[in-house]
């Protein structure tokens, strides 16, 4: 017979850090989301099983359990570009001590490229989007316009 693992006994799971603090799931999850919320001493138990066990949250299961994503997707058309290096570097350093984490696409001036970027981290429903230009396919466009959180344009004005 043979044995089949499931993959969360594969991982460290929030509930193992719950079991190891001696509190309950909510508590543990408030604990590391909202620590102003617990009390000191909850705190450090919750802080020391993570360290104990290697617990990494899992960002996929805290999007859905909080219908909000801390990352945000920026498309650049290129590296070689010492402009968007820099500008990336610049979003980097706003974005971090927000508690955002950026997901980085270079398009390479490809419309098919950036189109492909776009469906690929919308995906991951960022909590905002960072493109360059204004110029983008029909179907880029589209995916674009049934997207509801902020994108913001950079590197080029328009008229409105």
Do not use: W
Request: glycine share 4%.
């Amino acid at each position: 017979m043979t044995t089949r693992r499931r993959r969360s006994a594969e991982r460290v799971t929030l509930s193992d850090v719950a079991r190891r603090a001696g509190c309950s799931l909510m508590s543990a999850s408030r604990a590391l989301s909202q620590p102003e919320r617990v009390s000191d001493a909850l705190r450090e138990r919750v802080d020391e099983a993570v360290k104990a066990l290697g617990y990494v949250p899992h960002p996929a299961a805290r999007s859905l359990a909080s219908s909000r994503s801390n990352l945000v997707a920026v498309i650049i058309p290129s590296l070689s570009n010492a402009v968007f290096v820099d500008t990336v570097e610049a979003i980097q350093r706003v974005l971090m001590p927000a508690g955002y984490e950026m997901m980085i696409g270079v398009s390479h001036y490809r419309p098919e490229e950036d189109e492909r970027l776009l469906r690929a981290y919308l995906a991951h429903q960022p909590a905002g989007l960072l493109i360059t230009g204004f110029e983008r396919s029909e179907a880029a466009r589209a995916v674009l316009a049934s997207y509801t959180a902020p994108i913001v344009t950079l590197m080029e004005l328009s008229e409105r």
